[in-house]
């Protein structure tokens, strides 16, 4: 397999963009990071500033091609001006908008602006459950409250904007045994897609040095390591506007730019991105501290990752 650009113009602009408005959430499940990062006694809430919202959409919305896709550290749902946010987006044209939620909001007049003004072209609802008592143990929150919030949203989907795509998903750890055939089974026949996630650690940003601090990584037959495609498929951006080149770092550790002081496609083409990259390339995965102790390479496939699973939902060729 070739590792780079699926398209000339991607070396212009990413095919994808992540962001994370805000760096806080209502949950708290076990194989996120996010129970830790909010531990530490210098962490304080904090959500995108609108000024810097702008800026990124417009970017953006002068690249076609690009996706955005809202989630990484946070739950979007929470920042108080979502609404606004996705409306300017739209109004510049951006299209597909992609939010992963875990639910709890996702409920009453914000599920029903969201779907009669078609705000979001994919909604990605992350259950990681399919009973109570294992939903309890995975994300610390109620099971029915989001199953109802779900159903809600699919029949106000099929009612104000049936072109609007939900995917649920959930990821195949221990506390799931025995459930996951019967949440595939239940769901896809109501919902647009259902992915199966593979738990593959958290080492890179929990700084442990074990192979998987959590205990929860599935035993793999030892392969070859891959470039990431992150350096070629996704731009992700902090709630603080600190561009990183991985979307599983809480800490910038990975920081590569600043959206405050630069633009994307600046730090996109930048001469710290390419040497990234050519790292990668030669295989010299050891030169980078942050990609030497990573486990979650496995899960970035170049012929199977989150493009694969939109263009299933929205039809059309997303590389």
Not at 126 to 141: K, V
Not at 161 to 181: F, Y
Not at 299 to 309: E, H, N, S, T
Request: glycine share 6%; proline share 5%; net charge neutral.
């Amino acid at each position: 397999m070739e590792y780079g650009f699926a398209s000339p113009k991607h070396r212009e602009f990413p095919p994808m963009v992540v962001v994370s408005i805000v760096n806080f959430c209502n949950l708290r499940c076990v194989h996120c990071h996010y129970p830790r990062f909010a531990a530490r006694p210098d962490f304080r809430r904090h959500s995108m500033e609108w000024d810097l919202w702008q800026k990124l959409c417009d970017e953006i919305a002068a690249h076609p091609w690009a996706i955005l896709n809202l989630g990484t550290d946070g739950e979007p749902l929470l920042h108080k001006r979502l609404l606004d946010m996705l409306r300017y987006a739209k109004a510049q044209g951006i299209s597909p908008i992609n939010i992963t939620t875990n639910g709890v909001r996702l409920e009453g007049e914000l599920a029903e602006t969201l779907l009669r003004e078609g705000l979001l072209d994919v909604i990605n609802i992350s259950l990681d459950a399919f009973s109570e008592e294992a939903y309890r143990r995975i994300r610390g929150g109620s099971y029915k409250r989001v199953l109802r919030n779900t159903l809600y949203l699919i029949e106000l989907r099929d009612r104000l904007n049936p072109r609007a795509k939900i995917q649920v998903n959930i990821i195949d750890q221990p506390e799931v045994s025995g459930e996951l055939e019967r949440f595939v089974e239940y769901w896809t026949p109501r919902v647009d897609n259902v992915l199966v996630r593979t738990f593959y650690g958290a080492t890179s940003v929990t700084g442990a040095t074990g192979p998987d601090p959590t205990g929860k990584q599935k035993a793999f037959e030892p392969v070859e390591r891959w470039p990431c495609q992150q350096f070629w498929r996704r731009f992700n951006v902090a709630d603080d506007g600190v561009a990183r080149f991985c979307v599983d770092d809480w800490y910038n550790v990975t920081r590569v730019g600043d959206l405050r002081e630069a633009t994307v496609a600046e730090i996109w083409q930048g001469a710290e991105y390419e040497r990234l990259r050519e790292l990668h390339r030669t295989g010299q995965f050891h030169k980078i501290p942050y990609c030497a102790k990573c486990t979650e390479w496995q899960g970035m496939k170049w012929d199977y990752d989150y493009f694969v699973a939109l263009e299933k939902m929205l039809g059309r060729k997303m590389l």
